[in-house]
């Protein structure tokens, strides 16, 4: 089969179009709720930003705004700013870089916005500098790991250590305050020095299994693989809190 030079035209256009397609379907699409996800993939590394506003003033504002968010965890880059509205070419240059489109009192064309949806590109159109820096806020605070806040949640002292078929070595002992809670973490100290780390899986009143043993009550603890319990080791029950980070916002004002 002979193909005419117009239909061999249409054939290297189709697969031309048809490679595109895939390779845009298989692109990661950046947008601020979905910054963190690909941050942990290791897709992008930092937020790439084109900024379109109505004036050179407010480029520059929002410049010195976003600047002021790089953390160690990502990087914000404006990669181009200008006035006027957001165009194909900025879509198509969002497109290459994987960058999101910022308007400030500018709207995309509909030009931009057929090829933004086209390109999986993300616009964004403020009115107030405020808003559109709380939004660039919000999504980079969940790239920030929590802090971890430890807080014991009870203690307890063997009174006696004793043998079950089906736990291996079990502490007898008295909670002293606060309470014990069945799968929490627990660190065993013997003359207030740490001996081991472990789970409580296992915790049992007289015959019976218990979620959680309060202060004033005497239960059984097991820590799985421990087994070298002593008398008077105290059993400190304990889990971390994690607390979510938050940036400083920037000082820009609630107008331009």
Same mark, same amino acid.
């Given at each position: 089969?002979?193909?005419?030079? &117009? ?9 031309? *179009? ?12 950046? +947008? ?31 410049? /010195? ?5 790089? @953390? ?11 006035? /006027?509205?957001?165009? =194909? ?9 994987? !960058?999101?489109?910022?308007?400030? @009192?500018?709207? *995309?064309?509909?030009?931009? =916005?057929? *090829?933004?949806?086209? =390109? ?6 403020? +009115? $107030? ?51 014990? $809670? ?14 081991? &780390? ?14 959680? $043993? ?29 607390? !979510? ?6 000082? +820009?004002?609630?107008?331009?």
């Amino acid at each position: 089969l002979v193909l005419s030079e &117009e239909d061999a035209r249409n054939l290297s256009s189709e697969r031309q *179009a048809s490679d595109r397609a895939e390779r845009l379907a298989t692109r990661p699409r950046v +947008t601020l709720e979905g910054l963190h996800d690909h941050i942990a993939e290791g897709k992008i590394k930092e937020l790439n930003i084109i900024v379109k506003a109505d004036v050179e003033g407010s480029i520059e504002a929002l410049r /010195g705004s976003l600047s002021q968010f790089d @953390t160690d965890e990502v990087r914000i880059r404006v990669i181009h700013g200008g006035v /006027g509205a957001i165009t =194909e070419t900025d879509v198509m240059l969002a497109s290459a870089s994987s !960058a999101i489109i910022l308007g400030f @009192t500018v709207r *995309a064309t509909p030009e931009a =916005e057929r *090829a933004a949806d086209r =390109e999986r590109v993300d616009i964004r159109t403020y +009115t $107030v500098i405020y808003e559109m820096v709380s939004d660039i806020r919000a999504g980079l605070e969940g790239l920030l790991e929590p802090e971890l806040h430890e807080q014991v949640l009870g203690r307890a002292t063997v009174r006696e250590v004793f043998r079950a078929p089906r736990y291996g070595m079990i502490a007898g002992s008295y909670v002293n305050n606060g309470r014990i $809670v069945r799968g929490s973490k627990v660190r065993v100290l013997r003359d207030n020095r740490l001996v081991a &780390e472990g789970i409580v899986d296992s915790l049992r009143r007289f015959k019976d299994d218990a979620s959680d $043993v309060a202060a004033g009550y005497e239960c059984g603890i097991g820590l799985g693989s421990f087994n070298d319990f002593k008398v008077d080791d105290v059993l400190e029950c304990y889990t971390h809190e994690e607390i !979510a980070r938050t940036l400083q916002a920037p000082s +820009t004002g609630r107008g331009r």
